[in-house]
């Protein structure tokens, strides 16, 4: 037996029952199991932490997690760990998960469902009854999964509006299209840094953080964590309508550089102290040592219980390995059957009817641009004119998917905020025939050059749609979907985005 110190005044130590020793002991090589099969996807997380000023958090969610594992560690020592071996159900479903998010390599989806397995490993070894204890530290971890970039269009499409609303209150005349806006001292564009993603992830983690350790009314929480998510965005727009302002009255000396990025962090880090100090007024007392020593100890378990007890145990810890080795042992089978040989895409022959291949550039042709799509396995372009009218073709082709080259992927758009060349200025979606079959396409208009100047500048509509498992497919979704179910029947991970642009006149 041990004995574990006193968390709270006047209370005395408190003697672990000896089973712990043997399912921590269990617990750690299953943890350590399932850490080696699913070391890629912890790795990535730990490359995303280290490289993104968003996740940057990430670092720290484990530590934090500990050590609110060790606030609670009297009020587990008064437990008795009984495994859960029918927890082994919902591990089963988070290894398919993470099997079905590694055929079409989304790493969020892979991710959750790594970080799922640890959790659910405590439940499976240590019991229902030790998981829910530990429910807030345990939950606390998926915070640890890089997650929201899908958030970036609205958040940068609200803070566009806002700014834009807010400067033409303040009566400075703007002309905006698109995520870029002109006023009479400057061009401002809104790009991903501005879109307070970073800022939301932050307050929304250290804001449950917040709420659990100072009340202890779930109405209460759940009030404060909706106030981190709200907080942060409005901060957020008041930030790039300030900076905008800074930047106008100084006529660019401030706020116009890199500094704006240090002004962004000192007020939201001013707007999320007063926040806190607001959320103290309501804090209700810490009373977990109390409570926990008022609570009766778990009855020790006789020789007999125990052997039960020790066979539940090796039954979760077991079940658990097998269940974390299954899509890895799936994978292995699919890898197997599937083409390693180097892709290569044929040339992009004229489709007839009139069309001829041309140059893609010209006095009257098409501008350059290209899509950015990363690392294809192969990729082409071709113009094509007919009547006089040029078309542009893009193909990129993707084999042998993973973590750095996918079809779908949040890093392949048509153009990136950071692009000083061309800014899209409008997007939607179409049905077109093609050879007879009615499709959905996704569409876009691109502008070439800056706002401010003189001469009309180059224009592009946009068509595009994915090719995957032999169907036209316009939506992310839908694109991963069939890409799963292309391997899992044998097809491979083949595909492709085809993208036709010509140019277009402003209206």
Same mark, same amino acid.
């Given at each position: 037996?041990?004995?574990?110190?006193?968390?709270?005044?006047?209370?005395?130590?408190?003697?672990?029952?000896? *089973?712990?020793?043997?399912?921590?002991?269990?617990?750690?090589?299953?943890?350590?199991?399932?850490?080696?099969?699913?070391?890629?996807?912890?790795?990535?997380?730990?490359?995303?932490?280290?490289?993104?000023?968003?996740?940057?958090?990430?670092?720290?969610?484990?530590?934090?997690?500990?050590?609110?594992?060790?606030?609670?560690?009297?009020?587990?020592?008064?437990?008795?760990?009984?495994?859960?071996?029918?927890?082994?159900?919902?591990?089963?479903?988070?290894?398919?998960?993470?099997?079905?998010?590694?055929?079409?390599?989304?790493?969020?989806?892979?991710?959750?469902?790594?970080?799922?397995?640890?959790?659910?490993?405590?439940?499976?070894?240590?019991?229902?009854?030790?998981?829910?204890?530990?429910?807030?530290?345990?939950?606390?971890?998926?915070?640890?999964?890089?997650?929201?970039?899908?958030?970036?269009?609205?958040?940068?499409?609200?803070?566009?509006?806002?700014?834009?609303?807010?400067?033409?209150?303040?009566?400075?005349?703007?002309?905006?299209?698109?995520?870029?806006?002109?006023?009479?001292?400057?061009?401002?564009?809104?790009?991903?840094?501005?879109?307070?993603?970073?800022?939301?992830?932050?307050?929304?983690?250290?804001?449950?953080?917040?709420?659990?350790?100072?009340?202890?009314?779930?109405?209460?929480?759940?009030?404060?964590?909706?106030?981190?998510?709200?907080?942060?965005?409005?901060?957020?727009?008041?930030?790039?309508?300030?900076?905008?302002?800074?930047?106008?009255?100084?006529?660019?000396?401030?706020?116009?550089?890199?500094?704006?990025?240090?002004?962004?962090?000192?007020?939201?880090?001013?707007?999320?102290?007063?926040?806190?100090?607001?959320?103290?007024?309501?804090?209700?007392?810490?009373?977990?040592?109390?409570?926990?020593?008022?609570?009766?100890?778990?009855?020790?378990?006789?020789?007999?219980?125990?052997?039960?007890?020790? *066979?539940?145990?090796?039954?979760?810890?077991?079940?658990?390995?097998?269940?974390?080795?299954?899509?890895?042992?799936?994978?292995?089978?699919?890898?197997?059957?599937?083409?390693?040989?180097?892709?290569?895409?044929?040339?992009?022959?004229?489709?007839?009817?009139?069309?001829?291949?041309?140059?893609?550039?010209?006095?009257?042709?098409?501008?350059?641009?290209?899509?950015?799509?990363?690392?294809?396995?192969?990729?082409?372009?071709?113009?094509? !004119?007919?009547?006089?009218?040029?078309?542009?073709?893009? !193909?990129?082709?993707?084999?042998?998917?993973?973590?750095?080259?996918?079809?779908?992927?949040?890093?392949?758009?048509?153009?990136?905020?950071?692009?000083?060349?061309?800014?899209?200025?409008?997007?939607?979606?179409?049905?077109?025939?093609?050879?007879?079959?009615?499709?959905?396409?996704?569409?876009?208009?691109?502008?070439?050059?800056?706002?401010?100047?003189?001469?009309?500048?180059?224009?592009?509509?946009?068509?595009? !749609?994915?090719?995957?498992?032999?169907?036209?497919?316009?939506?992310?979704?839908?694109?991963?979907?069939?890409?799963?179910?292309?391997?899992?029947?044998?097809?491979?991970?083949?595909?492709? !985005?085809?993208?036709?642009?010509?140019?277009?006149? *402003?209206?």
């Amino acid at each position: 037996m041990s004995a574990l110190p006193s968390l709270g005044k006047g209370v005395g130590p408190v003697t672990a029952d000896p *089973a712990w020793g043997r399912a921590l002991a269990l617990w750690v090589a299953v943890v350590a199991w399932i850490g080696y099969w699913y070391r890629d996807s912890a790795l990535a997380m730990w490359r995303i932490w280290n490289t993104s000023d968003t996740y940057a958090h990430g670092i720290v969610v484990v530590p934090i997690a500990l050590w609110l594992v060790w606030r609670r560690r009297e009020a587990l020592a008064r437990l008795t760990p009984r495994p859960s071996p029918w927890v082994l159900l919902p591990m089963l479903g988070a290894a398919l998960a993470w099997f079905l998010a590694d055929l079409v390599a989304v790493n969020a989806a892979m991710q959750f469902a790594f970080v799922a397995l640890v959790v659910l490993s405590v439940p499976a070894v240590l019991g229902v009854h030790v998981a829910r204890a530990l429910m807030f530290p345990l939950g606390f971890l998926f915070f640890a999964v890089p997650f929201g970039d899908f958030m970036l269009p609205p958040l940068m499409e609200g803070t566009a509006d806002f700014t834009v609303a807010a400067l033409r209150l303040s009566g400075v005349p703007v002309l905006r299209e698109g995520l870029q806006f002109v006023i009479p001292t400057g061009t401002w564009s809104v790009v991903e840094e501005c879109s307070g993603v970073r800022y939301l992830i932050a307050s929304v983690m250290v804001g449950s953080l917040f709420a659990y350790l100072n009340y202890r009314s779930t109405k209460r929480r759940l009030i404060f964590v909706g106030v981190s998510i709200l907080v942060p965005i409005l901060a957020n727009w008041l930030r790039a309508y300030m900076i905008v302002m800074l930047g106008h009255l100084s006529n660019n000396k401030i706020a116009a550089g890199a500094d704006h990025i240090l002004y962004g962090w000192v007020f939201f880090g001013i707007v999320i102290m007063i926040m806190f100090l607001i959320g103290m007024r309501w804090a209700e007392p810490d009373d977990d040592a109390s409570r926990d020593a008022g609570a009766p100890q778990a009855p020790r378990q006789g020789a007999a219980a125990s052997s039960v007890g020790g *066979a539940a145990a090796w039954t979760g810890a077991i079940g658990a390995i097998l269940v974390a080795a299954a899509p890895h042992a799936a994978e292995g089978v699919l890898l197997a059957v599937e083409r390693h040989d180097a892709p290569r895409l044929a040339a992009l022959a004229a489709p007839g009817g009139g069309w001829q291949t041309a140059a893609d550039t010209g006095p009257d042709g098409l501008p350059r641009w290209t899509p950015a799509f990363q690392n294809p396995s192969d990729q082409r372009t071709q113009a094509f !004119v007919r009547d006089g009218v040029p078309v542009g073709l893009y !193909v990129a082709y993707y084999r042998q998917q993973g973590d750095g080259r996918k079809l779908v992927s949040s890093s392949n758009k048509l153009v990136v905020s950071s692009d000083k060349s061309w800014h899209r200025t409008a997007g939607g979606r179409s049905r077109v025939d093609l050879g007879g079959q009615a499709i959905d396409v996704r569409t876009a208009d691109l502008r070439g050059g800056s706002l401010r100047e003189e001469a009309a500048p180059p224009r592009l509509h946009v068509w595009q !749609v994915y090719w995957v498992n032999g169907r036209w497919v316009e939506a992310d979704l839908t694109a991963k979907l069939q890409g799963a179910l292309a391997r899992l029947t044998g097809g491979g991970d083949e595909g492709a !985005v085809v993208i036709v642009y010509t140019p277009r006149t *402003a209206e």
